[in-house]
C-alpha cells in the first residue's frame, strides 16, 4: 500500500455518468490511472483521453502539474489535448459559419492551457488563426474569439512574435484605427500590438509606422479601452530610441494627452483600477525619465552659451544694475553678486554645476523660477542676500541640492516597477509640472530654513528636513498642486519635530530600571494581542494578484485562515473583490498542520527564475511563499508592504515563531508607549508592585491601524 502522502482522494466526471471516486496513486504514471478511469466507464482508446480540472480554469493536468491536485478535487475525463487541438484546428477551417464560431469560441476559452496551446502551436494553429485575420472575412465576434485565441497561445512565449507578417500588422493596426470598431475587437487588438512593441524591437518600428499617438489619444474618450490605449502609449514610449522619446514627448503635449487623461481619467466619474493605476505611474515615470539626459549633463565652464543662462540669473535677480567698465571691477562686482545669489563657488558659477546629478537640471529649474515666478525668484534671493546675521539661505547650493533630493524622491532614470501604481495626480495638472513642483519645494525649503535659524553649518539638516517635509506631503497625494501647497503649510519645522518625537517616542523612552522592567512586563500582553490581530486579519483573507508575463488581463486569487486557526484555505477569482470572499468559493485548501516553513524574497521558488531587473526588485520584497508537505509550495505577492508584514508575520504566529517584520515593531513600540502612557498617568513617582500588574483590556478594546509606507 502507498504512503498516505502519495494518495489523494478525487471524483472524476464524465458526460451522462455517475462520477468516479477513486484514490489517485502518485508514484504511478498517469496515463495508467486514466486508463483505469475509462474501463469503469468502458471507453476505449484510453490515449486520447485526459483529466482536467472540473471548476476554475479546467486545466489539464500533466505530469508535471499532477502535484497540484489536492484531496477532494472534482476532476473530469476529457479528450486529450492532441486530439482536442486537431479537432478545434479542423473546425474553425470548416465552411459552416456556426460550427466556426463555435469552435473559435471554444479555442478561445482553451488557449489559456499551457499544454493544449503546446499542440495547437505544433500543428501551425497560430498561423492558422493569422491568416484568418489576414484574410479580412471574420468580424464581429468571429474575429474577437480569434484575436482573443491568437493573444492567449502568443503569451506562453512558445513562439517568437518576430515570426510576425507585415500584413498581420497592417491588419490589427487597421482595427485600431478605424472609427466604427466593436470594443472586444478592439482591446484585443490594442492589447496584441502592446504585446508586439514590448516582445520585439523589430516590430517597434513596424508599429509606430502604423498607429500614430494621435490616433491612440482618440480612444480615452471610451472609457471601455483607456487602459489599453494608454498600456500601448507606454509600450511605444518606453521601447522608443533615445533620440525619439523626446519627439514623442512633444507631440503627446501638443495633443494634450495630459489634460485628457485628467479630464477623462483621473477626474472621470468611474475609480480607477489598479492596472490604470499602474498605466498612470508607468506614464509619470516615464516622462520624469526625459529629464535624466539633463539630469547627467555636467555643465561645460567653457560654453558661453551655458555662461549666459547664469548672467541672466544675475541680471533678473539684481534688475540688470549697469556694470562698471573695467574688466577688474566686473569681475569684483560679478563674483559679489554670485555669492549673494548662494553659489558656492563664487568667481566662476559654472563649477557648481559639473556634479552630475543634478548637472543642468538644476540651472533649468532655476532659470524656469527665475522666469515664470520671477517675484518670488527676487523675493527669496534678496531677502537673503540683504542679511548680516549669518542666517542667510544660499539660493544657488539649495536649488542644486533640492534638484538632486526630488530627483531621488521621483527616482527619475530608474525603470518603472512591475506592480507599483504609485501614480500622483497633481502631476498631470500642468504641462509644466516638474519645474512647478520645484517651484513649491524651493519656496518650502526656505521657509524651514528661516524655522530652523539655519547658518551654513546645518545645511545638511536642513536638507533633511525638506527631503521628510516633501516625502511626507507626496505621501498624502494632494490631487493639485495648489494642494500640495496647503499639505506642506502643515508640515512646518514645528510639525516635524512632533511627528518625529512622537514616531520616536517608544525609542526614546523612559530609559530608568522600573520603566524598563515595566516594558519587559507589558511586552508579551501586547505581542500576544498583536499577533491576534494578525490571525484575525488572515481570517479575513486577502487578494492576490497573478504576476504574469501580461498585464493587461488581470487575474486574481485570494487566501483566508479558517476561524479555527486549522486550514488555508484559497482559490481563483475573476476579478478583485470588494469584501469579502465565503469560504465555499475558495475551491483548495492547506491544512496548517502540513506546513513546513515559510520563506521571502529570494528564497522563495517563484522568484528564483526572475531577473535583477529595476523593474523586479519591488516584487522580490512583496514575495512570500509557504513550504508544505509533501514537497509542494502555495506562493504569493502581496499587492503593498502592509499586507507582506501582516501575512508574514500571521504565518510565524500560526506556526508559533517569532514575527519580525518592521511592522510588528513599530506596532509593539506604539502600543507598549500607549499602555504604559495609561499606566503612568498622573504617577510622579514609579514603583512596581512585587505583584504582577493587572491584567490589560481585552485584546478586542485595542482597534489600532499602522499606515505602512
Known amino acids: 500500500m502507498p504512503p498516505l502522502a502519495d494518495v489523494v482522494k478525487v471524483a472524476i466526471e464524465w458526460p451522462g455518468a455517475n462520477a468516479q471516486l477513486i484514490e489517485i496513486d502518485q508514484k504511478r504514471p498517469l496515463a495508467s490511472i486514466i486508463r483505469e478511469v475509462c474501463d469503469g466507464w468502458s471507453l476505449s482508446g484510453a490515449e486520447q483521453f485526459a483529466l482536467r480540472y472540473a471548476d476554475g480554469p479546467q486545466l489539464y493536468i500533466t505530469e508535471q502539474s499532477r502535484g497540484d491536485i489536492k484531496n477532494g478535487t472534482i476532476l473530469r475525463l476529457a479528450i486529450s489535448p492532441a486530439r482536442a487541438a486537431r479537432q478545434l484546428l479542423e473546425r474553425i477551417q470548416s465552411h459552416g459559419i456556426d460550427a466556426r464560431l463555435e469552435a473559435l469560441k471554444e479555442l478561445a476559452k482553451l488557449s489559456a492551457d499551457p499544454t493544449f ?28 474569439f480569434t484575436l482573443t485565441a491568437f493573444l492567449e497561445l502568443m503569451d506562453h512565449s512558445i ?36 504585446s508586439m512593441v514590448l516582445n520585439s524591437h523589430s516590430l517597434y518600428h513596424r508599429v509606430a509606422q502604423e498607429i500614430t499617438v494621435g490616433q491612440l489619444i482618440g480612444h480615452l474618450s471610451n472609457q471601455e479601452i483607456q487602459t489599453y490605449a494608454i498600456a500601448l502609449i507606454n ?36 475609480p480607477i483600477k489598479a492596472e490604470m493605476a499602474h498605466q498612470l505611474y508607468v506614464l509619470q515615470v516615464l516622462t520624469f525619465n526625459l529629464l535624466e539626459e539633463r539630469m547627467m549633463t555636467k555643465m561645460d565652464p567653457n560654453d558661453q552659451t551655458q555662461r549666459d543662462v547664469i548672467f541672466e540669473l544675475r541680471r533678473i535677480a539684481f534688475d540688470g544694475e549697469n556694470d562698471p567698465t573695467g574688466t577688474e571691477k566686473r ?47 527676487i523675493r527669496i534671493v534678496l531677502e537673503n542676500s540683504s542679511r548680516e546675521d549669518k542666517h542667510e539661505c544660499p539660493f544657488g547650493r539649495c536649488a542644486i541640492e533640492l534638484t538632486r533630493v526630488l530627483c531621488e524622491i521621483l527616482q527619475v532614470g530608474e525603470l518603472p516597477n512591475e506592480g507599483c501604481n504609485d501614480y500622483h495626480p497633481m502631476f498631470f495638472t500642468h504641462d509644466r509640472a516638474w519645474e512647478e513642483f520645484f517651484c513649491v519645494c ?51 519645522y514645528s510639525e516635524i519635530l512632533r511627528l518625529r518625537q512622537s514616531e520616536r517616542m517608544s525609542q526614546d523612552d523612559f530609559q530608568s530600571p522600573p520603566i524598563i522592567e515595566l516594558r519587559e512586563r507589558i511586552q508579551p500582553e501586547i505581542l500576544e494581542l498583536i499577533k491576534q490581530q494578525r490571525l484575525n486579519r488572515l481570517c479575513e483573507g486577502s487578494c492576490f494578484r497573478k504576476v504574469g508575463n501580461r498585464r493587461r488581463q488581470e487575474k486574481f ?56 531587473l529595476k523593474q523586479n526588485k519591488e516584487v522580490l520584497e512583496l514575495a512570500f511563499s509557504v513550504l508544505y508537505d509533501p514537497d509542494e509550495t502555495l506562493n504569493f505577492v502581496a499587492p503593498n508592504k502592509y499586507e ?51 491584567v490589560p483590556k481585552e485584546p478586542s478594546s485595542y482597534n489600532f491601524t499602522y499606515n505602512y509606507s
Open 117 to 144: 496551446a503546446a499542440e495547437f502551436i505544433n500543428m501551425e494553429g497560430i498561423g492558422t488563426l493569422a491568416r484568418l485575420v489576414e484574410s479580412g472575412t471574420h468580424f464581429g465576434e468571429m474575429l474577437a
Open 159 to 194: 513562439v517568437s512574435w518576430d515570426l510576425i507578417s507585415l500584413s498581420f500588422i497592417k491588419q490589427i493596426a487597421g482595427y485600431v484605427n478605424q472609427p466604427m470598431v466593436d470594443v472586444s475587437i478592439l482591446q484585443r487588438s490594442l492589447a496584441i500590438l502592446e
Open 235 to 270: 509600450a511605444l514610449f518606453l521601447k522608443a530610441p533615445e533620440d525619439r522619446r523626446q519627439e514623442m514627448a512633444s507631440t503627446l503635449a501638443q495633443k494634450h494627452l495630459r489634460s485628457i487623461i485628467l479630464n477623462h481619467i483621473i477626474r472621470g466619474n468611474r
Open 331 to 377: 569681475k569684483a562686482l560679478y563674483a559679489k553678486d554670485y555669492k549673494m545669489l548662494g553659489f558656492t563657488n563664487h568667481l566662476n558659477p559654472a563649477m557648481d554645476f559639473t556634479q552630475t546629478p543634478p548637472g543642468m537640471l538644476a540651472l533649468d529649474n532655476m532659470l524656469y523660477l527665475a522666469k515664470v515666478h520671477q517675484d518670488t525668484y
Open 442 to 492: 524651493i519656496q518650502l525649503l526656505n521657509k524651514t530654513w528661516k524655522e530652523m535659524r539655519a547658518t551654513a553649518e546645518d545645511f545638511n539638516k536642513v536638507m533633511q528636513v525638506a527631503r521628510e517635509q516633501i516625502t511626507r506631503a507626496l505621501a498624502m497625494k494632494p490631487s493639485s498642486l495648489d494642494q500640495l501647497k496647503n499639505k506642506l503649510r502643515g508640515l512646518s
Open 557 to 612: 486569487w485570494f487566501c483566508r485562515l479558517s476561524l479555527n486557526h486549522k486550514v488555508l484555505h484559497f482559490g481563483d477569482l475573476d476579478e478583485s473583490p470588494q469584501g469579502e470572499v465565503p469560504l465555499e468559493m475558495l475551491s483548495d485548501k492547506i491544512p496548517v498542520c502540513d506546513i513546513k516553513s515559510v520563506v521571502t524574497g529570494k528564497d522563495c521558488p517563484h522568484m528564483k527564475e526572475k531577473s535583477a
Open 644 to 694: 507582506y508584514c501582516v501575512w508574514t508575520d500571521g504565518l510565524c504566529a500560526l506556526l508559533g515563531r517569532e514575527m519580525g517584520s518592521d511592522l510588528t515593531r513599530s506596532d509593539l513600540d506604539t502600543l507598549i508607549s500607549m499602555e504604559m502612557k495609561l499606566r503612568l498617568l498622573d504617577l510622579e513617582n514609579i514603583t512596581i508592585p512585587e505583584a504582577p500588574p493587572p
